[in-house]
Every structure is written in structure tokens, then in C-alpha cells.
């Protein structure tokens, strides 16, 4: 248990007397340290603070610390306010309260417009793709077949065995294939790019009629590049 001692001490901004408890401790090194907490506001009155202090001493059964430098401090320069005051400040800081919550609100109600708009992008360009496939036939996931497309995404993935570059190819009918990105004779493939390649063809387990997945490519070779090769 911690050998506790009460002193006086200056708190609320040195405007009031207030009580505190001191103490010391060891901390795991071995090393001495003080500390204090807060037990309560007694008096803005030197005599109150002192009497205070005493009381509750005595019913605490706790040594309390030399009090008589409270009749040295100066008189504290404590702004006594109205009732009127404290009723504007008081309805100027629920003014303000009211009007953060109508700023989060109104910052809510954006955020869901924003998302819904977004969705709505989404989903319109989502439906622009189909329509655009609508009338091409499906392409063939039983055999190798030869496909030719855009460059329009690509991304690094890494994994135990190294580094894999990844894109999704756009072909003339509007599809959409993505699969490792075939190598080119030490050309690297850039975006906006056109190239021929054989693959295996397959569907995701989520297959919306436009994006497909391609395996093992090979016999690669440029349609079009965007820059042109030294």
C-alpha cells in the first residue's frame, strides 16, 4: 500500500486551493519516483482551503502536509460572471453544438450521395459492357484459341517464386481477358499496347458474359505498340 500524504496545492488554473495526494514508489529498476493525484477543489479563501484540508485529514486518518503558505498567496483574480452571462455562454456554446451536428449531418448526407452516385456509375457502366456483348457469342473455353487485345491494366504480384505481371486485355468484341502478361523477347509490353496470343480460355465462378480468365500463353507477338521500339 502506498505511503500516502495530503498537501495543498494551486489548481483550475492557480484560481482555487485544491487537496492532492502525494506519494512515492519504486519502479522496476529500482528507481525512486514522487507522484500526486487530485482529491478535490476546496476554497478560493486561504482559512476555508486550510479548514477543509484539515477535516478531511482527520477522517481519513492521513499526515497532512504544511499548510500555513495558503495565507501567503496573493487573493486570487477570479472572474465572477452574472447569471445573465453564464446564460449567453451557455447558449452560445449550444449554438455551436448545434450547428457542428447540422455540419455532420450534412457531411453524411454527402458521403451517401457520393456512394450512390458512385454505385450508380458502377452499375451503368456495368450495363454499358453488356450491352455492348450482347450479340457476340461467348468464346470457347474448351479449346486453346488465339485472341487478340489492349493493354489496358496491368499489375505486379509477388509471391515465393518472384514477381508475375498480370493485365487485362480488351478485345475488339468488348470482352475482357486477365491473365499473366505474355513475354515478349525482352520487349516489355506497355499500356495501350496490341498483341496476339494462343491461351486457355476460362470463366469465373461470378461470370457476368464480359470478363474471362486466360492460362499458359504463348506465340506471342505485337499487333501495335504505343512506343515505338529502338
Given at each position: 500500500?502506498?505511503?500516502?500524504?495530503?498537501?495543498?496545492?494551486?489548481?483550475?488554473?492557480?484560481?482555487?486551493?485544491?487537496?492532492?495526494?502525494?506519494?512515492?514508489?519504486?519502479?522496476g529498476w529500482?528507481?525512486?519516483?514522487?507522484?500526486?493525484?487530485?482529491?478535490q477543489?476546496?476554497?478560493?479563501d486561504p482559512?476555508?482551503?486550510?479548514?477543509k484540508?484539515r477535516?478531511?485529514?482527520?477522517?481519513?486518518?492521513?499526515?497532512l502536509?504544511?499548510t500555513?503558505?495558503?495565507?501567503?498567496?496573493?487573493?486570487?483574480?477570479i472572474?465572477?460572471?452574472?447569471?445573465e452571462?453564464?446564460?449567453?455562454?451557455?447558449a452560445?456554446?449550444?449554438?455551436?453544438i448545434?450547428?457542428?451536428?447540422?455540419?455532420?449531418?450534412?457531411?453524411?448526407?454527402?458521403?451517401?450521395?457520393?456512394?450512390?452516385?458512385?454505385f450508380?456509375?458502377q452499375?451503368?457502366?456495368?450495363?454499358?459492357?453488356?450491352?455492348?456483348?450482347a450479340?457476340?457469342?461467348?468464346l470457347?473455353?474448351?479449346?486453346?484459341?488465339?485472341?487478340?487485345?489492349e493493354?489496358?491494366?496491368?499489375?505486379?504480384?509477388?509471391?515465393?517464386?518472384?514477381?508475375?505481371?498480370?493485365?487485362?486485355?480488351?478485345?475488339?468484341?468488348?470482352?475482357?481477358?486477365?491473365?499473366?502478361?505474355p513475354?515478349?523477347?525482352?520487349?516489355?509490353?506497355n499500356i495501350?499496347?496490341?498483341?496476339?496470343?494462343?491461351?486457355?480460355?476460362?470463366k469465373p465462378?461470378?461470370?457476368?458474359?464480359?470478363?474471362?480468365?486466360?492460362k499458359?500463353?504463348?506465340?506471342?507477338?505485337?499487333?501495335?505498340?504505343?512506343?515505338?521500339?529502338?
Open positions: 500500500m502506498r505511503n500516502e500524504k495530503l498537501t495543498i496545492a494551486l489548481g483550475e488554473g492557480s484560481k482555487m486551493f485544491t487537496l492532492r495526494a502525494t506519494y512515492k514508489y519504486v519502479d529500482g528507481n525512486m519516483y514522487e507522484s500526486s493525484y487530485h482529491i477543489n476546496l476554497s478560493i482559512a476555508q482551503a486550510q479548514e484540508a477535516a478531511y485529514a482527520e477522517k481519513r486518518d492521513m499526515p502536509m504544511d500555513s503558505w495558503v495565507f501567503d498567496v496573493n487573493t486570487f483574480d472572474e465572477r460572471k452574472s447569471k452571462e453564464l446564460a449567453r455562454l451557455k452560445e456554446k449550444e449554438k455551436r448545434a450547428r457542428a451536428k447540422e455540419i455532420s449531418a450534412k457531411i453524411q448526407m454527402n458521403y451517401h450521395t457520393l456512394m450512390w452516385g458512385y450508380m456509375a452499375s451503368c457502366r456495368k450495363f454499358d459492357d453488356l450491352q455492348k456483348v450479340n457476340v457469342a461467348e470457347d473455353t474448351e479449346n486453346r484459341v488465339t485472341i487478340t487485345g493493354l489496358v491494366h496491368e499489375k505486379e504480384y509477388y509471391s515465393d517464386w518472384g514477381c508475375v505481371l498480370k493485365g487485362i486485355f480488351l478485345l475488339e468484341t468488348g470482352q475482357k481477358v486477365f491473365g499473366s502478361v513475354s515478349m523477347k525482352d520487349q516489355p509490353v495501350g499496347d496490341v498483341i496476339q496470343f494462343d491461351a486457355k480460355i476460362e465462378k461470378d461470370f457476368d458474359g464480359t470478363f474471362y480468365f486466360f499458359r500463353p504463348t506465340k506471342a507477338k505485337f499487333i501495335s505498340q504505343v512506343k515505338e521500339v529502338a
